[in-house]
T-cell receptor
Framework: DAKTTQPTSMDCAEGRAANLPCNHSTISGNEYVYWYRQIHSQGPQYIIHGLKNNETNEMASLIITEDRKSSTLILPHATLRDTAVYYCIVRVGGSYGKLTFGQGTILTVHP | SAVISQKPSRDICQRGTSLTIQCQVDSQVTMMFWYRQQPGQSLTLIATANQGSEATYESGFVIDKFPISRPNLTFSTLTVSNMSPEDSSIYLC????????????FGPGTRLTVL
């Protein structure tokens, strides 16, 4: 699976959009971008995934650049409960098995 | 979505002893995964457990240290054997979901402290 690079930490004001970048410049054509988050003292939680098109669900939006070398997770209206570590993971589509977690981005949402 | 429970939620153990962690899922799943999260670190996969076959271990993890059982499609155990303080970690099990292709659901984790 391709390696990802994320900023170590980010801050966001409550109610504002949180934009979390991820670089995956070595991504292959059959690899998807997944986002998970881990709130303190809990197991990771799936957020969203995509291949090349932008995706949106009830939790977030995922914007993938045209060359697929980077992506941005958008939390449109961040709340204090969104404070967590956010992991960007690249994995081959259609494959079952392990998720390779990097260090992720610590997002702190402040009042 | 899958609901996963783990027992115990936390434990404090003495060096040289063993602890068995249980993972129960509310639906039948083919693959179950065991991860370790050391203090301040990210998650690392220990092994993949399929029902009816031997677990597959990742590099750096061995069956003698982390024996795994998978007796049926809803249950698995991970044993941490002959523990040392370096084994102090959070141990999490996860399963592959079906609502979204290849989404994984994680249990709440077992926080282990070895003295």
């Amino acid at each position: 699976d391709a390696k990802t690079t994320q900023p170590t930490s980010m801050d966001c004001a409550e109610g504002r959009a949180a934009n979390l970048p991820c670089n995956h410049s070595t991504i292959s054509g059959n690899e998807y971008v997944y986002w998970y988050r881990q709130i303190h003292s809990q197991g990771p939680q799936y957020i969203i995934h995509g291949l090349k098109n932008n995706e949106t669900n009830e939790m977030a939006s995922l914007i993938i650049t045209e060359d697929r070398k980077s992506s941005t997770l958008i939390l449109p209206h961040a709340t204090l409960r969104d404070t967590a570590v956010y992991y960007c993971i690249v994995r081959v589509g259609g494959s079952y098995g392990k998720l390779t977690f990097g260090q992720g981005t610590i997002l702190t949402v402040h009042p | 979505s899958a609901v996963i429970s783990q027992k115990p939620s936390r434990d404090i153990c003495q060096r040289g002893t063993s602890l068995t962690i249980q993972c129960q899922v509310d639906s039948q799943v083919t693959m179950m995964f065991w991860y370790r999260q050391q203090p301040g670190q990210s998650l690392t996969l220990i092994a993949t457990a399929n029902q009816g076959s031997e677990a597959t271990y990742e590099s750096g993890f061995v069956i003698d240290k982390f024996p795994i059982s998978r007796p049926n499609l809803t249950f698995s155990t991970l044993t941490v054997s002959n523990m040392s303080p370096e084994d102090s970690s959070i141990y999490l099990c996860s399963v592959e979901g079906y609502r979204v292709a290849h989404e994984q659901f994680f249990g709440p984790g077992t926080r282990l402290t070895v003295l």
